[in-house]
């Protein structure tokens, strides 16, 4: 192995800013932070919830919603236009009604 051509192995740790937690691991930068960590995800501590600020969620399920009523109005036409025309009697039409 050549000498001098090889970075600093450092094991200084990671560290999460939101928590503090620390961990050992063996790098080549110093001071390593990361935001969020398993130990205070949400996800992971089960406190994970859906934050609806916005109304984001009722608006996709009205367009949802919206959506599904236009294919159903769609596939009732389409249904409508593919039904055969009931026959006429020959009979009815030249003598009408009464024959």
């Not at 919603?65 to 236009?81: G, L, P």
Request: a positive charge.
């Amino acid at each position: 192995m050549k000498q001098g051509i090889h970075p600093k192995y450092n094991t200084d740790g990671v560290v999460c800013t939101t928590c503090g937690t620390r961990w050992q691991i063996g790098t080549t930068r110093q001071n390593l932070r990361v935001e969020i960590c398993s130990n205070c995800h949400p996800f992971y501590t089960g406190e994970q919830r859906i934050v609806d600020t916005a109304g984001q969620v009722d608006r996709f399920m009205k367009r949802l919603s919206a959506s599904q009523d236009r294919q159903a109005a769609i596939e009732k036409q389409r249904t409508a236009k593919n039904q055969p025309q009931p026959k006429k009697s020959l009979l009815k039409e030249l003598y009408g009604d009464d024959a």
